[in-house]
C-alpha cells in the first residue's frame, strides 16, 4: 500500500501529464514542501504515517492545487514558448539579411545587425532554459526578469523612435517596429511568466 505522500505525488503526477516539464518541477516542489512537513511532524511524537497524512491534508488537495497551475501558469508557458520561436525566427530572418543583402547595400551595418541577431537568440535560449529548468534557479530567474525589462524598454524605444523618425520624415522603417512589437511582447510574456511561477514556488515553500 503506498504511503499517503506517494499517493498523493502520483494525483498530482496524473493531473498534470499533459505537460511532463512543468510536472517534473511542480513534483519537486510539492516532494521537497511535503518532506519538510513530515519532518516537523515526527518533531511532535507523530508516526511517520501519522505525519504524513497530516503533511498531505495540511497541503490540500490534489486536483485543487494543481489548477491553479492549469490556469495561470500553462497559458503563459505556452505564449513565452511561442514568443521565443517567433524571436528565434527574427535572429535567422537578421543572418538572412547579414549574409545577402547588407555586404552589397550597407556592410557598415553588419556588425551592430549581427550583435542584434546573436542577442534574440540567446534571449531565446534563455527564456526556453527557464520554461524547462524553472524558478528554483534563483541566478536563471532574476536573468529572465532582469532581461526581459530591457527587451520591453528596448522593444518601446525602436517602435517610438521608428515613429518619430518617419514623423520627421524620414524613411518608414516597418520591420522596426515589427521588430520591437515581438522583443517587447516576447519581453511581456516571460517577465508575466517568471514572476508568476516563482511566486507559486515561494508558496509551496
Known amino acids: 500500500m503506498p504511503s499517503p ?3 498523493y505525488l502520483h494525483e498530482v503526477r496524473r493531473a498534470l501529464r499533459h505537460d511532463p516539464i512543468l510536472a517534473r518541477r ?3 516542489e510539492v516532494a521537497d514542501h ?3 512537513s513530515v519532518a516537523a511532524g515526527r518533531k511532535t511524537g507523530m508516526s511517520d504515517h501519522e505525519a504524513e497524512e497530516s503533511a498531505v491534508h495540511r497541503f490540500g488537495p490534489a486536483a485543487q492545487f494543481v489548477r491553479q497551475f492549469d490556469k495561470f501558469v500553462t497559458p503563459l508557458r505556452v505564449l513565452v514558448g511561442f514568443a521565443s520561436i517567433v524571436t528565434v525566427g527574427v535572429a535567422f530572418w537578421l543572418f538572412s539579411v547579414i549574409v545577402f543583402v547588407l555586404p552589397s547595400h550597407d556592410p557598415g551595418h553588419i ?3 549581427r550583435t542584434v541577431a546573436i542577442c534574440f537568440l540567446g534571449y531565446s535560449g534563455l527564456s526556453w532554459a527557464y520554461l524547462v529548468l524553472g524558478p ?3 541566478l536563471l530567474r532574476w536573468s529572465v526578469l532582469a532581461i526581459s525589462t530591457v527587451a520591453i524598454a528596448l522593444g518601446i524605444y525602436g517602435i517610438v ?3 518619430r523618425r518617419a514623423s520627421a520624415g524620414g524613411d518608414f522603417e516597418g520591420y522596426l517596429i515589427l521588430m520591437g512589437l515581438i522583443l517587447c511582447g516576447h519581453g511581456v510574456t516571460a517577465f508575466v511568466y517568471s514572476a508568476i511561477s516563482a511566486r507559486i514556488a515561494r508558496q509551496l515553500r
Open 5 to 7: 505522500i506517494d499517493a
Open 161 to 163: 523612435d521608428t515613429v
Open 26 to 28: 511542480v513534483l519537486e
Open 34 to 36: 511535503l518532506a519538510e
Open 111 to 113: 556588425p551592430l545587425w
Open 136 to 138: 528554483r534557479r534563483v
